[in-house]
């Protein structure tokens, strides 16, 4: 049995001659968020698309529980829940009946199951006080937990989201972001958006697209460690100059900036042996008594510092 809930081969999509997506290999690993990332028009809503089988690909293909997405959709639909980036309910019903309504879609079962079922979900997205008023006062935030309620109503097993936090004000995103982080317990959540804050606090895997290409796959610590070496980052007050001297003097330190800030200074030292880093440098800092450490630790970069990186190696490449 595969350890992934989607998997992609070449996966494309083309509209007269221009290609809206090309060639992407997607592995979403079970009970995992996954972001799928990338600018508005990168691709995003038409690979989601071809996932659920609303359109069918001019190449390649793909499985989503090891179920073909081309010629058995049907088989896969009663297992999702998908949320579409601008859901639209009636708004004269409540959230009580809309769910009512889409429950009658999968269950034919006693009627007080079904209504159990939408109670769970009223508590879970936290509508319960509104449950029975009228859709058309809610907020956004509150209008997208609806949908996400509407989506789970089958029980997934794989929830597809997209860019289920646009346009929403603070608080509503991060309403939508911890409900995310809850539901990652019972499903795999697969969500695209475009913003870059949101990816870092809830997801554990990352896919970069850019103009219908994948540019990156990876688990997000790994693409926040970076690409050219393993660094450290060491903010300092008092005397830096021999800190900056004694480091770049270490066998295992290849390049060391230094950057001063009022009565500090951060230094970004990039390392080859990582082990030998973590044990010594601290310590041989610390021996100048000259000195106080104020921060010590791997660096970690900004998702939007990766982000812009790996698209302009795309571009230089072709």
């Known amino acids: 049995m595969s350890q992934f809930a989607i998997e992609t081969q070449g996966l494309s ?13 997607l592995r979403v690993p079970k009970n995992s968020i996954f972001a799928f990332l990338g600018p508005n028009g990168a691709g995003k809503t038409t690979a989601i698309k071809l996932l659920l089988g609303l359109t069918s690909p001019s190449e390649g293909g793909g499985y989503i529980f090891g179920i073909d997405i081309t010629r058995q959709s049907n088989d896969i639909r009663g297992r999702i829940g998908y949320l579409a980036q601008h859901p639209r309910f009636y708004d004269y019903m409540t959230a009580r009946e809309t769910l009512r ?4 879609f999968y269950y034919n079962g006693p009627k007080e199951a079904i209504e159990k079922r939408i109670q769970e979900l009223l508590t879970l997205v936290d509508l319960e006080e509104k449950a029975d008023r009228a859709i058309k006062g809610y907020s956004g935030g509150e209008t997208q937990r609806l949908g996400i309620a509407q989506a789970l109503i089958n029980s997934p097993e794989l929830l597809i989201l997209d860019e289920p936090a646009s346009g929403l004000d603070p608080q509503g995103r991060e309403e939508v972001l911890d409900l995310m982080e809850q539901l990652q317990k019972t499903t795999t959540i697969f969500y695209s958006t475009h913003i870059l804050d ?5 997801s554990d895997t990352v896919a970069i697209i850019n103009k219908g290409t994948l540019v990156a796959q990876a688990p997000i610590n790994q693409l926040l460690s970076g690409t050219d070496g393993v660094a450290y980052v060491l903010t300092i007050e008092g005397d830096y100059s021999k800190v900056e001297s004694h480091l770049k003097n270490l066998p295992y330190v290849t390049a060391v900036t ?6 500090s200074a951060h230094l970004v030292v990039t390392v080859e042996d990582e082990t030998k880093a973590k044990k010594d440098m601290l310590r041989s800092v610390l021996s100048d008594k000259t000195v106080t450490v104020t921060e010590f630790g791997r660096r970690k970069y900004e998702l939007e510092e990766v982000f812009l990186r790996l698209v302009e190696e795309k571009k230089d490449a072709e």
């Not at 999509?13 to 290999?25: F, M, N, Q, T």
């Not at 949101?198 to 809830?202: G, M, N, T």
């Not at 230094?258 to 009565?263: F, S, V, Y």
């Open 198 to 202: 949101d990816v870092q606090r809830v």
């Open 101 to 104: 309504f889409a429950a009658h």
């Open 258 to 263: 230094t950057r001063t800030e009022d009565d």
């Open 13 to 25: 999509k083309a509209y007269g001659d221009l290609w809206a997506l090309r060639s992407l290999d």
